[in-house]
């Protein structure tokens, strides 16, 4: 069965310091990868797809199959960044997702 | 459009007692599914639904039913509750094509079992 791994529970940088949230994953296949948000009293919402190959508020993760992450990165990070982050995984077949167990980013002043 | 919806946002229950969590979409998704989120466990899959009348068992169903009669509601339905059932339960739905991954949760309901 699939696997998501997030290694750290608590991730604490100052403003404007760089951030990489760590995700590994298990699987054999092609995987589909996501980062979900959760900010303080709001409810979990999609930060980026890495199909979509996108930066959603200065953030960009890439799928990097033979070390099989897909660790989320920001150059400068911002108060606003403080949150929830879960990555997540889906292999097709019912579109389940599979979640890590989060890390809680803390970026302090 | 409200998005998904669920009730309670709150409840506690004695062991032994039954309830069910409700939960609706406005988005004529097909796809809805049950998370549970416990402290440092991340998201489970409970139980999810790839449309009406059809339902499948997630990771953690043991304890839980649920059924899909209409496209827009996916109640959760709790029988003979548990402290293991402490927990924050999320419901979400996906709907169909590029967005078939992409989930869209609920606020949340915070269920204590004393």
């Known amino acids: 069965a699939q696997r998501v791994t997030q290694p750290e529970k608590l991730l604490s940088v100052f403003k404007g310091a760089p951030v990489e949230l760590k995700c590994n994953y298990s699987?054999?296949?092609?995987?589909?990868l996501f980062w979900y948000v959760q900010y303080s009293r709001q409810r979990l919402q999609l930060l980026l797809r890495?199909?979509s190959r996108e930066s959603i508020k200065g953030f960009t993760a890439d799928l990097n199959k033979g070390e099989t992450s897909f660790h989320l990165k920001k150059p400068f990070a911002q108060e606003e960044d403080s949150a929830m982050y879960y990555c997540?995984?889906?292999?097709?077949?019912?579109?389940?997702?599979?979640f890590g167990t989060g890390t809680q980013l803390k970026v302090e002043l | 459009n409200a998005g998904v919806t669920q009730t309670p946002k709150f409840r506690i229950l004695k062991i032994g007692q039954s309830m069910t969590l409700q939960c609706t979409q406005d988005?004529?998704?097909?796809?809805m599914y049950w998370y549970r989120q416990d402290p440092g466990m991340g998201l489970k899959l409970i139980y999810y639904?790839?449309?009406?009348?059809?339902?499948d068992k997630g990771e953690v169903p043991n304890g839980y039913n649920v059924s899909r009669s209409t496209t827009e509601d996916f109640p959760l339905r709790l029988e003979l509750a548990a402290p293991s059932q402490t927990s924050v339960y999320f419901c979400?739905?996906?709907?169909?094509?590029?967005?078939?991954?992409?989930?869209?949760f609920g606020a949340g309901s915070r269920l204590t079992v004393l």
């Open positions: 979400a739905s996906s709907g169909r094509g590029s967005g078939a991954n992409v989930l869209t």
């Open positions: 890495h199909i």
């Open positions: 639904s790839v449309g009406a009348g059809i339902t």
């Open positions: 699987y054999s296949g092609s995987p589909e």
């Open positions: 997540a995984l889906t292999t097709g077949g019912g579109n389940k997702l599979t």
């Open positions: 988005m004529n998704h097909n796809y």
